[in-house]
């Protein structure tokens, strides 16, 4: 099962495989810091961050479909 940190961590990789192998992609996403809750629902806080890295994966599976790298 994955936690918390697992996911944060793939979130971090490939949020700096996107900013280094596609900067002008990186440039769009608009990152803005996520307020995570010390205290609630924690299962709600896995479903937001794992559709959040779901979210960055589609991202860039569509943008390395239009924009070969040469």
């Known amino acids: 099962m994955k936690t918390l940190q697992d996911i944060e961590d793939q979130i ?3 949020t ?4 280094v192998n596609y900067p002008e992609l990186y440039a ?3 990152e803005n810091p ?3 809750p ?5 299962e709600m806080t896995m479903k937001v961050m794992e ?3 779901e979210s960055l994966k ?6 390395s479909k239009t924009h070969n790298k040469q």
């Open 16 to 19: 700096l495989s996107i900013e």
């Open 34 to 36: 996520i307020t995570i």
């Open 58 to 63: 589609q991202i860039l599976k569509q943008y």
């Open 51 to 53: 559709d959040y890295l």
């Open 12 to 14: 971090t990789r490939l």
């Open 28 to 30: 769009t996403l608009d």
């Open 38 to 42: 010390s205290e609630g629902d924690s």
